[in-house]
C-alpha cells in the first residue's frame, strides 16, 4: 500500500469517485497531480495536458455510468487522470515501458478505453459512431468526445460535427481549451474561441454567486434557473453575432472554468440531458499544478525523464545536435540565400525544428495548426506560384496528407520539398507514432525523389540540392543524435556532391568480397559497429550506403553482387513493401541465382520502449545486424 497516495489507495476504482465528497475529490486532484508527476518525471511522458484535465476526469467519473457510457478522448496525451481511475492505478509506474501501459487510450489495454487513439481531431466522428451503434444495437449509455481546441482546428472534427447534426446524434463533445495544441494554437477558430472565452476573474465571480444562490434553499435555485434561461434566450437571440456551434445545430453550454468539479459536474449534467449534439466549453490550464508545466507548456508537453524537484535542464546535455536541430539550422542558411524558401508546419514548429526560422523570417513561415492536408496542398499553391516551399511534419503524421501528397503535388511534379522527422522507430509512444510506413506508401509515387540522409551532413547536403530540383523531394530522417562523420571521405574515389544527381550515386564505404551489404540512411552506422565490434577481420564485406533511394542507382550494387554473389539490404522502416524488397525484385531479374534478403521492422505494432530495445527487439541493433550478416555468408 502506497502511503504516499491514501485516498487513491483506499478507492474502488472507478465506482468510488462518484461517492467523494467535493473536498475528498479535490485531495483527489491533488494526488492525482502528485502521481502524474512523479511517474513522467521518471519514465518521460506528455506532462502538461494531462495536468489539465484532472478535475473534468474527476467530473466525469462522478457523473457517467462507466460500464454502458463511453468517454473517446482525441489524440490521448491527456489519458493518464482517466487511466489511474479507471482499472490501471497499480499499473501506472509502467507507463511507456516495454510491456507497460500505453501513453494513449488502447482497447486492448482496458475496457475503458472505448476507442484506441493516438492522432488528432478523431474523437468526434469516433463518438458519432459510437452513438449509432448503441442506437442500433438497442443498449444504454451516451457517447462523450474529449478534444483539445487545437484539435478542434482539423477539419476532420468539422466533418464529424456536421453528420452528426443531421441525425440529431445525442452525443456530448467536451471541449478543453487551453489555448494549445502543442505550440501555441493558431488560426481563425482560435481567434474565435478567444472571443468566447471570458477572463478567469468572471469565471470566479460566476462560480461564486453560484455558490450563494445556492445557499438560499428556497429561491436560490429557482432564481438559478431563471438566470440560466435569461442567459441562454440572450445568447439565442445573437446567434448571428457568434456562436457558429449552435448554428450548425449543437446545443452549447459555457465557457465554464474546468477546475471547478462542482461546476462541471452541473453543467455536464445539463448537457447531458439534451437531446441532440451538445457541446460543453471547459478553460482549463495546460500544466497545472506544476509551476514549470503552467510557465512553459510547449516545453513540457512532452517530455523526457527529468529530476521532478528542478525541472527540464536549461542546458544541452549533448554538444551533438538531432536531426531535427541540424534541419533547423539548414532552414536558416537556406532561407538566408533565397527569399523564396519558406517553411510551412502543422502545429510542430518547436518539434521539426523550425523555431528559429520562425522568429528569424516570421513572414516566410506558416503554422496552419493540426491540419497536414492543407499544409501539403498550400505546399503545391506555393510552388505553383514560384514560391521555395519546405513542408516539416513528422512521419506518422504525413499519413494523413497522402492524398494531397500524390493528387497536388507528386501528379503535378511541383518542386516541394516534404521534410519527414521522426521516420522509422521511435520510442515511448508505441504504434500510433511509430515512423514506419512513409516508406512504403510513397515508394511508388510518380516524380518523387526521396532522400535518407545518415548523418548531419548528409541532411545538410540534401536539404540544399533538394532546393534546386526542379520536383518532389522527401527527406526522411530519424528522431536522433545526428552524426557528425562525413561517409564521403570514407572513400577516396566518391568525388563531393555538388547537385542532387550526384547524391544518388549509392556511396562506396569498404571494400569486401564475402557479402554486398546496402544499408538506408543511418542503418550504415548501425553495420559498421556491427562489422568493428562483433565480426571484425573474420568476414570481407563490400558495404555501401543509400542516401538517394528513390531512384535508385543499381549499377554499382550490380558490379558488387557479381562478386560476391550475395546482398543483404537493411532498413528502418516497414520490411513488407519496403525499400528491401523493392530492390530484391529488381536485382533478381539483373541478376538471377543471387543470394539476396532484406531486413527492417516485421512488427509494425509493437509497443511502447526504448529505441534501443525496439531496435534489439527487431534485431536491427550491431549484434543483431552482425548475425543476419554471417547467417547469410553461411560459415
Known sequence: MNSEYPLLDSLILPQGVADLSYEEKYLL????????????????????????????????????NSEDDKVIFDVGHQSYAWKILTDRYRQFYTLRQKDGLSGFPKIEESPYDAFGTGHSSTSISAAVGYSRALRTLGKKGKAIALIGDGALSGGMAFEAMNDAVQSN???????????????????????????????????????????????????????????????YKTRSWHKERGIPFEQIGFRYYGPIDGHDIEGLERHINAAQSVRGPAILHVITKKGMGYAMAETEPTRYHGVSPFPMQYGLSDKDPQDQKTFSDVFGNAMLTLADR??????????????????????????????????????????????????????????????????????????????????????????????????????????????????????????????????????????RYPRDLASTVDLISLDEAMPEPKSLDDLQKIRHVRSGSDLTVLAVGPMILQVLLAIDSYIGTDYSIDLYSALTIKPLDTDIVLKSTKKTGKLLVGEYGCLNNGFGPNVISELCELQPGIIIKAIGVKDVLRGQATRAELFQAEGLDPEGLAQSIMKIIGR
Not at 42 to 60: K, R
Request: proline share 5%; aromatic share 6%.
Open 338 to 475: 533565397d527569399k523564396k524558401v519558406v517553411a510551412i508546419t502543422a502545429a510542430m514548429a518547436q518539434g521539426t525544428g523550425l523555431c528559429s526560422f520562425k522568429n528569424r523570417y516570421p513572414d516566410r513561415f506558416y503554422d496552419v495548426g493540426i491540419a497536414e492536408q492543407h499544409a501539403l496542398t498550400l505546399a503545391a499553391g506555393l510552388a505553383a506560384g514560384g514560391a521555395k516551399p519546405v513542408v516539416a511534419l513528422y512521419s506518422t503524421f504525413l499519413q494523413r496528407g497522402m492524398d494531397q501528397l500524390i493528387h497536388d503535388i507528386c501528379l503535378q511534379k511541383l518542386p516541394v520539398i516534404i521534410a519527414v522527422d521522426r521516420a522509422g522507430l521511435v520510442s515511448s509512444d508505441g504504434p500510433t507514432h511509430q515512423g514506419l510506413f512513409d516508406l512504403s506508401m510513397t515508394l511508388n509515387l510518380p516524380n518523387l525523389a526521396i532522400m535518407a540522409p545518415a548523418t548531419a551532413i548528409d541532411l545538410e547536403r540534401s536539404l540544399l540540392y533538394a532546393h534546386e530540383y526542379k520536383g518532389p523531394v522527401m527527406i
Open 29 to 64: 486532484a491533488e494526488e492525482l497531480r502528485s502521481l502524474i508527476i512523479k511517474v513522467t518525471s521518471e519514465n518521460g511522458g506528455h506532462l502538461a495536458s494531462n495536468l489539465g484535465v484532472i478535475e473534468l476526469v474527476i467530473a466525469l467519473l462522478s457523473l457517467i
Open 169 to 231: 446524434e445525442p452525443i456530448l463533445v467536451i471541449l478543453n481549451d487551453n489555448q494549445m495544441s502543442i505550440d501555441e494554437c493558431v488560426g481563425g477558430m482560435t481567434r474565435y474561441l478567444e472571443q468566447l472565452r471570458v477572463r478567469p476573474s468572471y469565471l470566479s465571480f460566476k462560480t461564486r454567486w453560484e455558490e450563494r444562490l445556492n445557499k438560499l434553499k428556497i429561491i436560490g435555485p429557482p432564481l438559478l434557473r431563471i438566470l440560466a434561461k435569461l442567459k
